[in-house]
C-alpha cells in the first residue's frame, strides 16, 4: 500500500515537471516575434516554465529555480555570472535577515506575550479578542517578513486554544461559536499587515526590486507612509464587515482575559531575552522609519539588527543555520529576481508595455490603472502562491501603467499592494490561506464567497480612499 502511494506521488511529479517543461520547451520553439531578440524569448521561455512550476508545485519552488538556473546556463541563455547575479541583490539578503529577526520573536515567546496582552486588555468581547488578535500581527509584522510565519506560528495557535475554550470545534460541528470568524479575520488581518509593510512579505521587497529595474526607488518609509491609511481604515472596517456577514454565535468572551492572564503566568515576567529582543526591534523599526533621511540602507539595518540578537545570544548561530525558510527564500528569490532582470535588461518587458500600451491608448491614466489593477487581482485565482503571481506579473504590468501614463510610483506601490490583497480570493492564495483553511472551521463555499466581497471593499477603500491619501502625500 505505502509502496503504491509512493508511486503514484512520484509519477504525479514527474507529470508536473513534464508538463512545466513542455509548456517551456513550445514557447522556446515558437518563431520570435519581430522586435525581440532570440535570446530574451529563450529566457522568457524558462521564466515561464519556472512560474509554471511555481504554480504546480511538482516540487518546491526552491528546487524548481534551481533546475531553472541550470537550465538557463546550460543553453546558453545566460552566462554564469549573471546567472548567479541575483544573489548579491541587497532586498534578497533585507528579507533573509528579517527571516532571523522574525525567529528571534517566535524563539523568545515574545510574540506570544504580546498576543496575550492584547487579549488580556481587549478580549471581553468576540469582536474586541478579534482586533487584538489582528493589532498583535500588526505590532509584529515590520519585522516578520513571513505572514505564514505570524499567521501559523505565532497567532494560529493561540486562535486554536481560545477557540477550544469556548467549545468551539470543527470536529463537533461548533466551529461557527467563535472559531471561524476569529480564523476568518486573522485571514484578513494578516493580509492586510502584509500589505502595510514593505518587510511583512517575501513577495514586497520582491517588488520593490522589480520596480528599480523600470527606474522606480520604493523606500521602506515611502511603501509604509503610503500604505497606513487605508491599511488602518481596513484593519478596523474589515473584521466589522466579516463580523457582519459571518457573526459568530458567541458575541461576549468575559473568560478570554481570564485565559489569557493565566497564559501569561504560565510565561513569567519578562525574560532577559525578551528584553533584547524588544530593544533590537525598536532600533530596526527606527533605522527602517527614519532610512530615507539617515540614509541607512534597509538591508544593513537588517544585518544590525541580526548582529545584536547574536551579540545578545537571543539567536545563536544554529538559530540562523536552521532557519529554513530564510535559505529557502534566498534562492529561489535569486533566481527568480534574476529572470525578471534579465527579461528587462534584454527589452522583453519594454517589448510587452509597449505592445500592450498601444491597446490602451487613448484612454485616461486612472481608467488604464483601474483595469490593470483588476486584471491583476482577478487572475490570481489560477495562482497558488502571491510570490509567483508578483514573480510573474509584476514587471509586466508595471511596464504598461507607466507605458500608459500611469505616474510610476503610484503604480509600482498599487501594484506592490495588491500584490497582498489578491489573497482576497481562494484558499490556496497565499501561505497562510491554506494554514488556517486546514483548520476546518471555514468551508470552501465560505471562503470563496466571502473573500469575492471583501474584495471588492479592498478595491473601494485602497483605490477609493487610498487615492485621495497618495494625492495628500504627494505621490501624484
Known amino acids: 500500500m505505502e509502496t503504491a502511494y509512493k508511486k503514484n506521488l512520484l509519477s504525479n511529479i514527474y507529470v508536473k515537471l513534464i508538463i512545466a517543461l513542455a509548456i517551456g520547451i513550445v514557447i522556446w520553439i515558437l518563431p520570435c516575434p519581430v522586435g525581440v531578440r532570440p ?91 478579534c482586533y487584538s488578535i489582528i493589532f498583535c500581527d500588526l505590532v509584529i509584522a515590520p519585522a516578520t517578513p513571513s505572514n505564514t510565519a505570524r499567521a501559523g506560528g505565532i497567532i494560529y495557535p493561540i486562535i486554536k486554544s481560545l477557540s477550544e475554550a469556548f467549545g468551539s470545534k470543527p470536529e463537533d460541528g461548533t466551529e461557527r461559536k467563535i472559531g471561524a470568524f476569529l480564523i476568518f479575520s486573522e485571514f484578513h488581518g494578516d493580509t492586510i499587515t502584509a500589505a502595510m509593510f ?50 459568530p454565535e458567541i458575541k461576549d468572551t468575559p473568560n478570554a482575559p481570564k485565559i489569557a492572564e ?42 544590525i539588527g541580526l548582529s545584536l540578537l547574536l551579540v545578545f545570544n537571543v539567536l545563536d548561530w544554529n538559530d540562523v543555520k536552521s532557519e529554513k525558510g530564510a535559505w529557502d527564500t534566498l534562492v529561489w528569490f535569486s533566481v527568480l529576481v534574476m529572470m525578471a532582470n534579465q527579461l528587462n535588461k534584454l527589452g522583453l518587458i519594454k517589448w510587452f508595455s509597449d505592445l500592450v500600451g498601444e491597446s490602451v491608448h487613448g484612454f485616461s491614466w486612472p481608467i488604464i490603472l483601474l483595469i490593470l489593477l483588476i486584471a491583476y487581482f482577478y487572475i490570481h485565482y489560477i495562482f497558488a502562491s502571491s510570490t509567483a503571481h508578483v514573480s510573474a506579473m509584476y514587471s509586466a504590468f508595471l511596464g504598461v501603467a507607466i507605458a500608459g501614463g500611469v505616474p510610476p510610483m503610484l503604480a509600482a506601490l498599487t501594484l506592490g499592494f495588491f500584490g497582498n490583497l489578491i489573497a482576497s480570493t481562494t484558499h490556496y492564495s497565499n501561505g497562510p490561506a491554506p ?42
Open 39 to 129: 535570446v530574451a524569448w529563450h529566457m522568457l521561455a524558462i521564466f515561464i516554465a519556472t512560474i509554471v512550476g511555481c504554480i504546480l508545485k511538482p516540487l518546491p519552488i526552491g528546487a524548481v529555480a534551481i533546475i531553472s538556473l541550470t537550465l538557463s546556463i546550460l543553453t546558453k541563455t545566460t552566462s554564469m555570472n549573471v546567472a548567479m547575479s541575483g544573489f548579491s541583490e541587497s532586498s534578497i539578503w533585507l528579507i533573509v535577515c528579517a527571516f532571523f529577526i522574525s525567529r528571534g520573536f517566535i524563539k523568545t515567546g515574545l510574540g506570544s506575550r504580546i498576543a496575550y496582552l492584547f487579549v488580556k486588555s481587549f478580549g471581553k468581547k468576540t469582536l474586541g479578542l
Open 435 to 476: 494554514l488556517l483553511f486546514s483548520s476546518g472551521y471555514v468551508s470552501q463555499n465560505k471562503w470563496w464567497s466571502l473573500n469575492f466581497i471583501l474584495g471588492i471593499v479592498y478595491f473601494i477603500i485602497w483605490l477609493g480612499l487610498g487615492s485621495i491619501w497618495w494625492k495628500i502625500i504627494g505621490i501624484y
Open 262 to 303: 493565566e497564559a501569561l503566568s504560565k510565561m513569567g515576567p519578562l525574560k532577559k531575552q525578551e528584553k533584547c529582543m524588544i530593544l533590537v526591534f525598536v532600533v530596526i523599526l527606527l533605522l527602517w522609519v527614519t532610512g530615507s533621511f539617515t540614509h541607512i540602507d534597509p538591508t544593513l539595518t537588517a544585518l
Open 198 to 247: 514593505l518587510t511583512a512579505m517575501a513577495a514586497n521587497p520582491l517588488a520593490q526590486t522589480l520596480a528599480k529595474g523600470l527606474n522606480v526607488n520604493i523606500t521602506w518609509f515611502g511603501w509604509f507612509l503610503a500604505a497606513l491609511v487605508p491599511g488602518i481604515v481596513s484593519l478596523i472596517f474589515i473584521p466589522l464587515i466579516i463580523y457582519k456577514l459571518y457573526p
